[in-house]
């Protein structure tokens, strides 16, 4: 039984159908050919990007770059626009609930640039501390990251409230959203951020492809990401002019497969039905949430129902999170432990690590009583 959605999706056999479909009918590189084949290719590949801009409510495909992941796409972001436009003495502002993938880069760029990195705390209920938010709008920062959805505390933040606070100061707001787009409906110009990035492997896609969303005008501001083949219209010996958007920020072969597999995934999703995903695992979730008095010793962390996505990362008196871990696996429950790429929320609650349930569309009422069961010996063998 797997509960570790939070981590990564399974996948239906709609998505590897369409990427064998490449592989076995049309197998081609992209942008490049004038047969039949590359033509296919290319066409499956931007029908792809055009997929993804649908699925946000984008302005454009033009504003859709295909990256590696999530952690590509901030770093891209960091490195591209944070050494180009921010300079010595800028504030760059973050929250202490960030993934690492949301936090390293911003410290890099901070150490290398000489910015100053502040951070919006987590009050003990798991919400940002607004006042201190607004407080710290009051430095008027270049730069806020944030995520949607924590993947620890499952904290889903009022970011439209807050990207319009952060904009009143002058400031740019990149998204995280590589928790929530997989399990609620992300509509771009309703939440008006300027970067938005996630990952395609926690929404039913491949592995090795993610998206970075950027308002055109920054996107192209920004000089490349990377250099080489397809980002350029022409190269002489001593001088290259760069190609148009998206194409800018995509040098060398992309995940060609991967992109295709992902358009499949978004059918799938929308087929399904974005709300509908999402009620399904609130439902999993307050199921979940009701059954904890059941276990003495067991603290959730993060808000209640209202505040939350799908997830439940928790501690158990007496008992370590890999140890809660090892004795689910083996009643045949896949649950993630440790300390999720979020060290610092960890310290924030001065626990070493906790242990970590996350329900997505293929889970139901008995997945999360089978978990609870496998608790109930936890408590046992160490209450």
Request: some cysteine.
């Amino acid at each position: 039984m797997y509960l570790d959605s939070g981590a990564t999706s399974l996948r239906p056999t709609a998505v590897q159908t369409a990427m064998e479909g490449y592989y076995n009918q049309y197998n081609a590189n992209i942008h490049r050919g004038i047969y039949r084949y590359a033509e296919e290719a290319t066409a499956a590949y931007e029908g792809a990007r055009a997929r993804v801009a649908s699925f946000l409510n984008a302005p454009s495909p033009r504003s859709i770059i295909f990256t590696r992941n999530t952690t590509e796409s901030v770093n891209l972001v960091a490195y591209s626009y944070g050494r180009t436009f921010l300079q010595p003495g800028d504030v760059i502002l973050c929250t202490e609930m960030e993934h690492h993938a949301n936090m390293v880069p911003w410290q890099v760029l901070a150490k290398d640039r000489s910015l100053r990195l502040e951070y919006v705390p987590v009050q003990q209920d798991g919400q940002l501390d607004q006042n201190r938010f607004h407080e710290l709008l009051g430095l008027n920062p270049k730069l806020f990251a944030v995520t949607y959805m924590s993947n620890v505390l499952g904290t889903i933040n009022p970011l439209e409230k807050m990207i319009e606070d952060a904009h009143q100061v002058g400031a740019l707001v990149l998204v995280d959203a590589a928790q929530s787009a997989a399990h609620m409906s992300l509509d771009l110009q309703k939440l008006k951020p300027d970067f938005l990035a996630f990952s395609a492997h926690k929404m039913c896609g491949p592995t090795g492809i993610g998206v970075l969303y950027g308002r055109e005008d920054l996107l192209e501001a920004m000089p490349p990401f990377l250099t080489g083949g397809d980002m350029i219209k022409e190269v002489h010996l001593r001088s290259f002019t760069i190609n148009d958007l998206p194409h800018k920020f995509e040098a060398g072969t992309p995940a060609i497969a991967e992109a295709i597999g992902f358009g499949a995934a978004l059918d799938y999703l929308e087929a399904l039905g974005m709300e509908a995903i999402h009620d399904h695992e609130m439902a999993l979730t307050a199921y979940a949430l009701g059954m904890v008095e059941s276990i003495p010793g067991m603290r959730v962390l993060g808000p209640g129902i209202e505040d939350r996505g799908g997830l439940l990362a928790f501690t158990m008196d007496d008992a370590h999170p890999h140890d809660v871990a090892q004795i689910l696996d083996g009643e045949g429950v896949a649950v993630r432990a440790g300390h999720h790429c979020a060290m610092p929320i960890h310290e924030k609650f001065r626990i070493p690590a906790s242990t970590r349930a996350s329900f997505y569309m293929y889970n139901t009422r008995e997945d999360v009583e089978r978990l609870f069961l496998g608790l109930k010996k936890v408590q046992k063998l160490f209450g």
